[in-house]
T-cell receptor
Framework: DTGVSQDPRHKITKRGQNVTFRCDPISEHNRLYWYRQTLGQGPEFLTYFQNEAQLEKSRLLSDRFSAERPKGSFSTLEIQRTEQGDSAMYLC?????????????FGPGTRLLVL | AQKVTQAQTEISVVEKEDVTLDCVYETRDTTYYLFWYKQPPSGELVFLIRRNSFDEQNEISGRYSWNFQKSTSSFNFTITASQVVDSAVYFCALSEATAGGSYIPTFGRGTSLIVHP
């Protein structure tokens, strides 16, 4: 399977704990995006990498959130001191950088439940 | 104001009916991109189509067709002869340049399509 993969697919945690999610993009894609999706809403942009450089961050990305893409390949999204409001689906997407507005291909998502 | 409006929250049809999902967008840019994605119950967003703002030609792909009209800022999606497997949430998205020069899509709230056998 050469699509975008995410791990874990589901995560249940207690409020106050830290969680980390991983995303592996399509191998030839150098752009990587993180989104959050809550029930009944479309995906909301969190942050974006071009290779290892984090180029854009949304206001939704509070200080408790941090994302990395150390070698320009896989990426991690960490949430510290989780809150119940963090419960959502976290989606990763990747795209090539051949032109502007390229199509993003999404992974299956990580569903987070904070108790 | 919503940049992408999908006014239909849920549509219910019987198999073989045609159905149109509406999408209205708002932008001041002359260069932008429009997308449709399908999200089945499994949760993974599946890419359906991408259009740039300079290409208003309508497109047909099997039972799917798209009508892009800049004059009304709409990018509507029609499924002909719907099937139960078409049941999903469909998202329209607009990608325009951010202040930093990146193109980041803004998604609508989605339209849930239920196709009954």
């Amino acid at each position: 399977d050469t699509g975008v993969s995410q791990d874990p697919r589901h995560k249940i945690t207690k409020r106050g704990q830290n969680v980390t999610f991983r995303c592996d993009p399509i191998s030839e894609h150098n752009r990587l995006y993180w989104y959050r999706q809550t029930l009944g809403q479309g995906p909301e942009f969190l942050t974006y990498f071009q290779n290892e450089a984090q180029l854009e961050k949304s206001r939704l990305l509070s200080d408790r959130f941090s994302a990395e893409r150390p070698k320009g390949s896989f990426s991690t999204l960490e949430i510290q001191r989780t809150e119940q409001g963090d419960s959502a689906m976290y989606l990763c997407a990747s795209s090539p950088s051949t032109s502007l507005g390229e199509t993003q291909y999404f992974g299956p998502g990580t569903r987070l439940l904070v108790l | 104001a919503q940049k992408v409006t999908q006014a239909q929250t849920e549509i219910s049809v019987v198999e073989k009916e045609d159905v149109t999902l509406d999408c209205v967008y708002e932008t001041r840019d002359t260069t932008y991109y429009l997308f449709w994605y399908k999200q089945p119950p499994s949760g993974e967003l599946v890419f359906l189509i991408r259009r740039n703002s300079f290409d208003e030609q309508n497109e047909i792909s099997g039972r799917y067709s798209w009508n892009f009209q800049k004059s009304t800022s709409s990018f509507n999606f029609t499924i002909t002869a719907s099937q139960v497997v078409d049941s999903a949430v469909y998202f329209c998205a607009l990608s325009e340049a951010t202040a930093g020069g990146s193109y980041i899509p803004t998604f609508g709230r989605g339209t849930s399509l239920i196709v009954h056998p």
